[in-house]
Nanobody, 123 residues
Framework: VQLQASGGGLVQAGGSLRLSCASSGRTFTNNAVGWFRQVPGKEREFVAAINWDGSSTYYTESVKGRFTISRRKGQNTVYLQMNNLKPEDTAVYYC?????????????????WGQGTQVTVSS
């Protein structure tokens, strides 16, 4: 599974962005998908995850109420809608497909990673 993340950019604090994660080649319709982010010099951080069928979602505390992860069952794209963005959300965002159908916040559960998309939030 090869993943492609897109939709990043520069936005002012309080603004919104929608990230997309699509696969080329083999699909990930039966895999859980997660979003992670990383700032230079820091470890990669879990942001959100969704089960293979969209039935359950999980978020890190700092983005709850602002970010929404979504997918349609059977479709090969996962989205991360990010609202009310804050400067501390600035990072490279990565999407990843898990080796299983049920979502996890542990990066070790994800075997397929995209190349990342930069999100920069100015104050």
């Amino acid at each position: 599974v090869q993943l492609q993340a897109s939709g990043g950019g520069l936005v002012q604090a309080g603004g919104s962005l929608r990230l997309s994660c699509a696969s080329s080649g083999r699909t990930f319709t039966n895999n859980a998908v997660g979003w992670f982010r990383q700032v230079p010099g820091k470890e990669r951080e879990f942001v959100a995850a969704i089960n293979w069928d969209g039935s359950s979602t999980y978020y890190t505390e700092s983005v709850k109420g602002r970010f929404t992860i979504s997918r349609r069952k059977g479709q090969n794209t996962v989205y991360l809608q990010m609202n009310n963005l804050k400067p501390e959300d600035t990072a490279v965002y990565y999407c990843a497909a898990a080796r299983r159908s049920w979502a996890s916040s542990e990066s070790t559960e994800y075997g397929y990673w995209g190349q990342g998309t930069q999100v920069t939030v100015s104050s």
